[in-house]
């Protein structure tokens, strides 16, 4: 057999400065975005703790919840959330709130920010502009609880992209 990896499975490197001293390692794996392809990487000190992060990335990237952050607006991030990951997780019933939710309240005020441009005081503003019209408090905790759920999701994914 051939000692050559397949496509998708990544590679490891090995980092070195600029006297040529291992300083670490580098993993590379392959995602598909809106845009094509992106190689993207992990780090780490040992081989064996790149291998570990390289198989969380890889199994993470095949389950869905990988993506271009830098191009994705939450509404799409949503959207896709809702499929991908909260329709196998939770009820129908479940599935069904998570959905109205998100479509009448969340994406017609936050759902064309850039996910990796959305801060806290997007959120606090949004959860502010809710009760003022008179939302529930509790319907506004059912919203932050969807959103938090979903926010959480998408920021395990995105650190497992930047190094």
């Known amino acids: 057999m051939s000692g050559k990896r397949g496509n998708g499975e990544g590679s490891i490197y090995v980092r070195k400065n600029k006297e040529g001293k291992r300083i670490g390692y580098r993993g590379a794996y392959v995602v598909q975005t809106a845009d094509g392809l992106k190689r993207r990487y992990v780090s780490g000190k040992t081989r064996r703790e790149v291998e570990e992060k390289l198989t969380k990335a890889k199994a993470e990237r095949d389950g869905g919840s990988i993506f271009d952050a830098s191009s994705l607006r939450l509404g799409e991030y949503l959207e896709r959330w809702l ?26 005020a936050l759902g064309s920010i850039k996910l990796k441009a959305l801060t806290p005081a997007h959120v606090q503003s949004f959860y502010r502009s809710k009760r003022d019209i008179g939302l529930s408090p509790r319907t506004v905790q059912y919203i932050h609880a969807v959103l938090h759920r979903a926010l959480k999701q998408a920021v395990g994914s995105c650190s497992s992209q930047r190094h």
């Open 83 to 108: 499929v991908d990951s909260a329709r196998e997780s939770v009820r129908p019933t479940t599935y069904e709130s998570y959905a109205w939710l998100i479509h009448t309240y969340v994406l017609s």
